[in-house]
């Protein structure tokens, strides 16, 4: 393995580019390929058997981009598809649940948190198991919140209809006093303003792509994998559909031009 080689990331849509400016933020000189599958988001609403088989492609086809390490910068294939990816791939995989369950815990005071993501993700319950896995007297409350994500696909990020559901989704969740709240979907530190207006501001929010960051950086280091280089990494993005509409929103979050994006017709994952 060498150590330009690049770090390999997948969402089911723009969310997981998230977890890459936290990366990025830390470690610039990282050669990045993101794929995001725009073809078929939202993974939430899917079958755990579709979210399984649809990660094993997108891993696949960044394993032919030789990346060194492989981040599932997406909560429902974390929740759903980790262990089947650690089990075939030949890197190392790592995933939104641990890290992000790891800091709520340090960030809450009473113990009581929060945690909000796609129907997959909540009812597969992966945060709470986590949650409680490092500390069985956390309380946790969870809640669906399924329309973040073409919200956040869309760009409302200040509109009045985001706001409004921001409100019917977390209303439950303010009566129950949490202090912390895990934005259980990479998309949502998308929507994080109009998430902590909603919640108040003595709400922490937790934004696993953040401690994922760290753990990479960690897992580099250790491994002598990091990239030495003084300059900027490059970054490469792939997109199951779209490409127009991914750039004018990836542009905006990311805050720089995106040169390099390509379409992949989806017979190139399906039939590998």
Not at 37 to 50: F, I, L, M
Not at 112 to 140: D, F, H, S
Not at 209 to 219: I, K
Request: aromatic fraction near 8%.
């Amino acid at each position: 393995m060498n150590r330009t080689n690049p770090i390999g990331f997948f969402d089911s849509g723009i969310g997981g580019l998230t977890v890459v400016k936290a990366v990025t933020r830390i470690m610039p000189n990282e050669n990045i390929v993101y794929f995001g599958d725009t073809a078929r988001v939202p993974y939430g609403s899917k079958s755990n058997e579709t979210v399984v088989e649809y990660s094993l492609q997108a891993a696949n086809f960044l394993l032919r981009k030789n990346i060194k390490l492989l981040i599932v910068a997406c909560n429902t294939a974390s929740s759903v598809a980790l262990k089947e990816l650690r089990k075939f791939l030949t890197v190392p995989v790592i995933g939104m649940i641990e890290p992000g369950a790891k800091m709520a815990l340090q960030e809450s005071r009473k113990g009581i948190v929060g945690v909000i993501g796609t129907r997959a993700t909540i009812n597969n319950k992966a945060y709470t198991y986590e949650l409680k896995k490092i500390n069985p007297k956390v309380k946790v409350y969870e809640q669906a919140c399924p329309l973040f994500v073409p919200l956040a696909e869309e760009g409302w990020l200040d509109h009045k209809v985001t706001s409004m559901i921001a409100k019917e989704y977390l209303g439950g969740l303010n009566e129950k006093k949490i202090d912390s709240l895990i934005l259980g979907c990479t998309h949502y530190p998308i929507l994080s303003d109009v998430i902590q207006k909603v919640v108040g501001k003595n709400v922490k929010l937790i934004d696993s792509g953040t401690p994922a960051a760290r753990l990479v950086e960690d897992y580099l280091n250790g491994r002598q994998l990091r990239n030495l280089s003084v300059h900027h990494g490059q970054s490469e993005f792939y997109v199951s559909d779209v490409p127009t509409k991914f750039r004018e929103v990836a542009e905006r979050f990311l805050g720089k031009k995106i040169t390099h994006l390509h379409k992949v017709e989806l017979d190139e994952l399906t039939n590998e």
